[in-house]
């Protein structure tokens, strides 16, 4: 649970970076953040879950 609450929060850091410097219009940032909620409740939200955990795991298993 953790996980998701981090990556939440440093998508939404990223978007609120691209509206105020990037130009991205805010209309564009509502309709990518709906575009995402339909995702989750599809077929292919588990799927796009379970590849972020991974993808995740493998990042934090990188010894520096």
């Known amino acids: 649970m953790a996980l998701s609450i981090s990556a939440v929060v440093l998508l939404a850091i990223i978007v609120f970076l691209l509206v105020r410097k990037s130009g991205?219009?805010?209309?564009?940032?509502?309709v990518c953040m709906l575009l995402g909620f339909y995702l989750a409740s599809s077929?292919?939200?588990?799927?796009?879950k379970q590849l972020t955990t991974n993808v995740a795991g493998m990042l934090g298993g990188i010894k520096f």
Not at 24 to 30: C, D, F, N, P, S
């Open 24 to 30: 991205l219009k805010t209309g564009h940032a509502i």
């Open 43 to 48: 077929s292919i939200g588990p799927t796009i």
